[in-house]
Antibody, heavy 116, light 108 residues
């Protein structure tokens, strides 16, 4: 059974940093592109970032480009999202998901609140 | 960026009725690369449909998708109590991947 476990969310002040993790199991992790999708309270989902199976290619949405860094450690079946220079508008539930264009499997989400 | 507009915003129906949800794209979605998701409160979205009309693994056949170009439809035949939720469309024909704002299907 495919499982994705998101963690690392919390309360952070504007301008601060946070690192999210996504631990995967139940599938060959290195064979799958992975992504982060976020959802602000009461809003639709928003794609944030994606990374290829081998980790060599990364993609970012315009709203986070230059502030967030996606990475993965295939030896640990884990993906990360380093979030720097956080803003109030980054407040959301962050989900990791497998990506094949569409998002097939999702984690349970981790809440990030950016507030002073 | 392709903007997806979903209508109606809310659909009030009774169990057993048919739900018809619309998703209109601001420009043509290449390859009919459109997906539909269901989301219940406090839960992650669940993939229902990909490729505009292919059901994801384990999705009941009362869910069906259709459309191409700029107009897509999700139909839910014979609504079950567990189908009352919010539904999102998402295009993956071009970057960035974008989602619609959602249609809430509520119990009448």
């Amino acid at each position: 059974e495919v499982q994705l476990l998101d963690s690392g969310g919390g309360l952070v002040q504007p301008g601060g940093s946070l690192r999210l993790s996504c631990a995967a199991s139940g599938f060959t992790f290195s064979s799958y592109g992975m992504s982060w999708v976020r959802q602000a309270p009461g809003k639709g989902p928003e794609w944030v970032s994606a990374i290829s199976g081998g980790g060599g290619t990364t993609y970012y949405g315009d709203s986070v480009k230059g502030r967030f860094t996606i990475s993965r450690d295939n030896s640990k079946n884990t993906m990360y999202l380093q979030m720097d220079s956080l803003r109030a508008e980054d407040t959301a539930v962050y989900y990791c998901a497998t990506i094949n264009g569409y998002f097939q499997y999702w984690g349970q989400g981790t809440l990030v609140i950016v507030s002073s | 960026e392709i903007v997806l507009t979903q209508s109606p915003g809310t659909l009030s129906l009774s169990p057993g009725e048919r739900a018809t949800l619309s998703c209109r794209a601001s420009q043509s979605v290449s390859g009919s690369n459109l997906a539909w998701y269901q989301q219940k409160p406090g839960r992650a979205p669940r993939l229902l449909i990909y490729g505009a009309s292919s059901r994801a693994t384990g999705i009941p056949d009362r869910f069906s998708g259709s459309g191409s170009g700029t107009d897509f439809t999700l139909t839910i035949n014979r609504l079950e109590p567990e189908d009352f939720a919010v539904y999102y469309c998402q295009q993956y024909g071009s970057s960035p991947r974008t989602f619609g704002q959602g249609t809430k299907v509520e119990i009448k």
